[in-house]
């Protein structure tokens, strides 16, 4: 089932869904970059990414992505 959600790309080109999504196994995705800026950042997202930045930036985390690349 194709599904669209929302997200934020910065300068980086980090992206952020707005909302989770419920998948199973790895799938393909499409990203259409807007001209437009987001009309305001969550607040909870942004809290969130911090929160679990530590976990994210772990060299175990890297290693158990690593075959993903």
């Given at each position: 089932m194709k599904q669209t959600v929302?997200?934020?790309?910065?300068?980086r080109?980090?992206?952020?869904l707005t909302e989770p999504i419920f998948i199973t196994g790895i799938r393909r995705a499409?990203?259409?970059?807007?001209?437009?800026?987001?009309?305001?950042?969550?607040?909870?997202?942004?809290?969130a990414e911090q929160s679990l930045a530590a976990d994210w930036l772990r060299?175990?985390?890297d290693d158990a992505w690593a075959h993903l690349q």
């Open positions: 929302e997200a934020i790309i910065d300068e080109g980090h992206v952020r499409l990203l259409t970059v807007l001209d437009e800026p987001p009309s305001a950042l969550d607040e909870t997202l942004l809290s060299p175990e985390e």
